[in-house]
Nanobody, 113 residues
């Protein structure tokens, strides 16, 4: 059974940091590009970051460039999202994903004073 389990979200003050993790199981993790996406209230789901497989090429949304870092540990079947300098626009439910895979529950990130 394919599973993606996000963790590490929560409430943080503007300017703060959070680290998200996504533990994967049930598929050949190292063979897939992995994505972090987010969905804010009333908005469409949007791509935040992507990490490829062989060359590890990284892609970021313009809104998070320089603040967020995606990484993966193929030995642990885990993908990470390090988020710094958070602001209220980053408030959303965050999801990890791979193409053709299921959607997990997501994890809430709230940036508020």
């Amino acid at each position: 059974q394919v599973q993606l389990l996000e963790s590490g979200g929560g409430l943080v003050q503007p300017g703060g940091s959070l680290s998200l993790s996504c533990a994967a199981s049930g598929f050949t993790f190292h063979s897939y590009a992995l994505y972090w996406l987010r969905q804010a209230p009333g908005k469409d789901r949007e791509l935040v970051a992507r990490i490829m497989t062989a060359d590890g090429k990284l892609t970021y949304a313009d809104s998070v460039k320089g603040r967020f870092t995606i990484s993966r540990d193929n030995a642990k079947n885990t993908v990470y999202l390090e988020m710094n300098s958070l602001n209220s626009d980053d408030t959303a439910v965050y999801y990890c994903h791979f193409q053709g895979g299921p959607w997990g529950q997501g994890i809430q990130v709230t940036v508020s004073s």
